[in-house]
């Protein structure tokens, strides 16, 4: 293998660990204010609304309703305060049953 391949994978690990390590390293025994808490524990949901809301527009290009019906199951499921496992797992099962019946 050429010397950009692993140039290339000592770079990737480098980004990946960096932003892991360097707070680690400096917030060390020490507790975060209880609104950066709060903030920080909503990031998950951020970041799956952020990868997911795409896909719900366009998951069957035949049918709309397909991925507007998974996407209201998991907005009520998190509703209920459910972990996000639950969301993603509940909105599955809902689109399950929805493509047995109406697909």
Same mark, same amino acid.
């Given at each position: 293998?050429?010397? #950009?391949?692993? #140039? ?9 660990? &960096? ?7 400096? &917030? *060390?025994? =020490? *507790?975060?204010?209880? +609104?950066?808490? =709060?903030?920080? =524990? ?11 809301f795409? +896909?719900?527009?366009?998951?069957? *290009?035949?049918? /709309?309703w397909?991925g ?8 009520? /499921?998190?509703?209920?305060? +459910? ?11 809902? &689109? ?8």
């Amino acid at each position: 293998m050429s010397d #950009w391949f692993w #140039w290339m994978i000592l770079g990737m690990a480098l980004v990946t660990y &960096l932003p892991r390590a360097i707070p680690l390293t400096f &917030l *060390e025994g =020490r *507790e975060l204010p209880d +609104a950066i808490q =709060r903030i920080l =524990r909503n990031i998950p949901y951020a970041v799956l609304g952020a990868l997911i809301f795409p +896909a719900i527009l366009f998951i069957q *290009e035949n049918n /709309i309703w397909f991925g507007a019906i998974g996407a209201a199951a998991a907005f009520g /499921i998190a509703l209920t305060g +459910a972990n996000v496992m639950l969301v993603v797992l509940g909105s599955i099962s809902v &689109l399950a049953v929805y493509s047995l019946f109406f697909s």
